[in-house]
Every structure is written in structure tokens, then in C-alpha cells.
């Protein structure tokens, strides 16, 4: 993959992977009451996925921005020196996770308004495995490309 758009879309797929595990986890465990996907339905829908159709295409569209996000990132990482590069993902990832939920207040989504504190960790903790799955894929991927 010579191309940095299509390093940074496949990066931020992939660590999609990890933060999704984390995501569902979570919710399986009782350790929070909400997943992203639940976020892009209230976006994109209106409301919360309910049904197969509904959860596949708001998980889809969550890949989708995430490996858009995984764009922006590997353009943006070209501004800055590659020295910490794994700092500089978490933080990107970590934003990315405070602007969704800056975004869900501004638009006074009713039915995400009230956040638990397990569920705010949560999303924080797969927002940062995100974010270093980010930066070390892509670093991974950069590498390959040099040898």
C-alpha cells in the first residue's frame, strides 16, 4: 500500500477491531450501558439500532468513520515529527471519543443526555485502544512500505 489515504482507511478499520471488541465487551459485562454504534443510530437514525439491518448499517458506517478518521490522522502525522507517535494517536483517538460526546450534548440527543461513569471509562478505554491500534498500524503499514 503505497498510498498514505488508503494506509490511514485500512489503520483506522483495523483499529476499529480492537475498540469494538472493547465496545461490546463491555456492554456484555454490564460494564456499560451504551456501544458507539448506539451513537452513529442516534446520528444517522434518529434513534438507538434496533433489528439486524439497522445495527449492520450503523456498524458499517462506525468502521467507515472510523477509517476516516484513520485518514486524517496519517495525513495529519505528516505536520509533526514521528517522536511519539503512539502519544499522539492515543490523543487523536481520545479526542475523537470527547468531540462524540461533546456533539451528542450540543444536539441535546435526549436519549444519551445522562452518561454512567462505566460507561464513560469504558468508551474511554476503547477511544485510547483505538487511537495506539491507530498509530501502531500505521506505523506497521509505514514500515512495510520502507523495506
Known amino acids: 500500500m503505497e498510498d ?8 483506522g478499520i483495523t ?15 454490564n460494564l456499560s450501558t451504551l456501544v458507539w ?5 442516534l446520528f444517522l437514525l434518529g434513534k438507538r439500532p434496533e433489528g439486524v439491518l439497522p445495527m449492520a448499517f450503523t456498524l458499517t458506517s ?5 477509517g476516516l478518521m484513520g485518514i486524517i490522522f496519517a495525513f495529519l502525522i505528516t505536520f509533526f ?11 487523536f483517538g481520545v479526542t475523537i471519543w470527547f468531540s462524540t460526546y461533546f456533539l451528542t450534548f450540543l444536539f441535546k440527543l435526549s436519549e444519551i443526555e445522562k452518561i454512567p461513569i462505566k460507561t464513560a471509562i469504558t468508551h ?12 501502531l498500524i500505521l506505523n506497521w503499514l509505514d514500515d512495510r512500505l520502507k523495506t
Open 124 to 135: 474511554a478505554i476503547g477511544a485510547s485502544v483505538w487511537g495506539i491500534g491507530l498509530g
Open 81 to 91: 515529527s514521528s517522536e511519539n507517535y503512539l502519544l499522539k494517536s492515543w490523543l
Open 37 to 41: 454504534s448506539d451513537f452513529m443510530g
Open 15 to 29: 483499529a476499529g477491531i480492537l475498540s469494538f471488541i472493547i465496545n461490546f465487551g463491555g456492554k456484555m459485562l
Open 62 to 66: 462506525q468502521f467507515v468513520l472510523l
Open 4 to 11: 498514505r489515504f488508503t494506509r490511514g482507511f485500512v489503520a
